[in-house]
């Protein structure tokens, strides 16, 4: 669980609250809370027990404003039990992946969103050096349309 990284560049996040319900939202019903996750922090492994959970609602708290917080539920996986004696939970070192894969793609999703920017802009500057030359032309053109006008009324008058 975590905010979308590439709203990175939007100020005054509020951050998200993910809480997870079983069969409806209720009090009663609540399973786990993530607690605020912010913009910039690492994405939040949530390990809930499902025991007995027939509808599984993850209700996003979008705390406080309106502020375009974009969550993210990135590989979500619900592990089953085998029998009743067993639970199929994934081991620490599988937690740890998991939570290295989540960096990991947080840091990817960095790299894409500064390397999406720098071609913005470079496509921006290219866009204005591309509107002055044409400006340059069309001054040009005009100069030359001028100059070749001037050059026939001369003419013209050094006739008579």
Known sequence: MGIDYTKSTKTNRDG????F?????????KLAESGVI????NAKLMNVD???VEKLIIYIDKVGGK???CVDIADAKV???EDDNTPDQPSKDELEEIK???VAAKNDAETAAKAAEAAKADAEAAKADA???KAKSRRSKSSRRRSKESRRRSKGSSRC
């Open 100 to 102: 290295n894969q989540a």
């Open 21 to 29: 319900y079983k069969d409806s939202i209720s009090e009663e019903n």
């Open 131 to 133: 509107e002055a030359a």
């Open 67 to 69: 502020n375009d917080d």
């Open 50 to 52: 499902l025991t007995g």
């Open 38 to 41: 912010l913009q910039p922090d």
């Open 79 to 81: 592990y089953v039990k």
């Open 16 to 19: 998200a609250n993910f809480i």
